[in-house]
């Protein structure tokens, strides 16, 4: 965490911060991560969740794998058990945010422009446009795009990764940045299967598996209302999870941030 | 696409060091890489220079270090290296494995110019 007694050297870096420069120069050793202000933010974001006993869940796909269907079906089924608030992420239009709305939802849209992700920096904006007080689940449907949004740490608890049966069961090994993210894989529109011969779920599952990625992996059609309820199950063991960790005075971070830290030589 | 913002934090990251160490300039930054940090190297190095147009390192070359992805086995104990979408471990085959190397994202050293120098 020192950034000037040299603590943070260890013998596999020490070579990078001593190598000889030329006269009147000097190297210093910094190791620290490239999106530590992002990190920063989102840790921020995170302590205001937790503070109010908040479930923060990241949703991220391709574009039109069914994430707003999904929250519009999952809204529905907990809007009398539970109190819950999304922010959605596009290049543009309200659209996503007016159909949350119309199930009497709290939304809030953030328009990106150009940018292909959501950062800690625009989820913070957005939460100042919102009421916290009472919400159990916050919901973060991200710009749909299987690349960027992996990097991109939000303050969230949980990444919640998608993947439609209209796309490829390879796509884990494709895209292998975003689904070892996931703390859950969602296979989506699965009442397409029966017409669908080219996509196997459990091979997607096995590309997953491939990543060391131990999450759930769950069928559903939010639209045909199938395996809504294994879904719905998750949510709920995750908000309690979520509240007993609040109780202790701990978090938890995403799946891609707490794997392997320990076994990092270097503090990011 | 997002290397840009990624290349906007390194511009600010560098900034606070040219800040700490009181410098004129930096002239050399050396990001640590790896596969896995979804970020690529070559995109991150054309928006470079963008973001770095008219700070304190215009004209610092970037270099990397390649991390490669190595991981650790919860269940053999063996340290393997793997492939991007295969992170096995590469002794047993076992998938309980834990990244290692391959994930990192950091800024490593930078090289200053500690006389103040005109700004080129």
Request: glycine share 6%.
């Amino acid at each position: 965490m020192c950034d000037t007694c040299g603590c943070n050297l260890t013998p596999g870096n020490k070579h990078l911060a001593f190598k000889p420069v030329a006269k009147g120069a000097t190297a210093v050793s910094v190791l620290k991560g490239l999106l530590q202000k992002n990190d920063d933010q989102a840790g921020h974001n995170r302590d205001h969740f937790d503070k109010r006993g908040i479930l923060a869940i990241n949703l991220m796909s391709s574009p039109g794998s069914g994430k707003t269907a999904l929250l519009e079906a999952t809204l529905t089924a907990l809007k009398d058990e539970f109190t819950c608030a999304v922010i959605e992420g596009d290049l543009e239009t309200e659209n996503d945010a007016e159909r949350i709305r119309a199930k009497g939802v709290q939304a809030h849209q953030i328009v990106t422009g150009t940018a292909c992700h959501l950062d800690a920096h625009l989820v913070h904006d957005a939460l100042h446009h919102m009421t916290l007080d009472g919400v159990d689940i916050l919901f973060i449907e991200n710009v749909g795009n299987l690349v960027c949004p992996a990097s991109f740490d939000l303050g969230q608890h949980l990444n919640v990764t998608l993947l439609s049966v209209t796309e490829g069961d390879d796509k884990p090994a494709k895209y292998p940045v975003m689904f070892r993210a996931a703390d859950a894989m969602l296979l989506t529109k699965t009442d397409l299967l029966a017409v669908l011969d080219d996509f196997d779920p459990d091979k997607a599952e096995a590309h997953l598996r491939n990543l060391a990625n131990p999450a759930p992996v769950m069928c559903l059609s939010a639209r045909k209302d199938m395996g809504m309820d294994a879904w719905l199950t998750w949510l709920r063991e995750q908000l309690a999870a979520q509240r007993a960790r609040v109780a202790i005075g701990q978090s938890r971070r995403p799946a891609i941030q707490s794997d392997g830290m320990k076994y990092h030589s270097v503090t990011a | 696409m997002h290397e840009l913002a990624v290349a906007q934090a390194l511009v600010e990251q560098v900034d606070a060091v040219i800040d700490q160490h009181q410098a004129g300039c930096a002239t050399a930054i050396r990001v640590r890489i790896g596969p896995l940090a979804g970020v690529v190297p070559e995109l991150l190095a054309t928006a470079f220079p963008l973001a770095a147009a008219g700070s304190r390192m215009e004209g610092a070359e970037l270099e990397f270090t390649h991390a490669p992805i190595r991981v650790h086995c919860q269940t053999c104990g063996a340290e393997t290296e793997a492939a991007m979408n295969r992170l096995i471990c590469g002794a047993c085959g076992d998938w309980h494995t834990q990244i290692v190397s391959g994930d990192e994202l950091l800024l490593e050293s930078v090289e200053l110019e500690t006389s103040p120098t005109p700004a080129s």
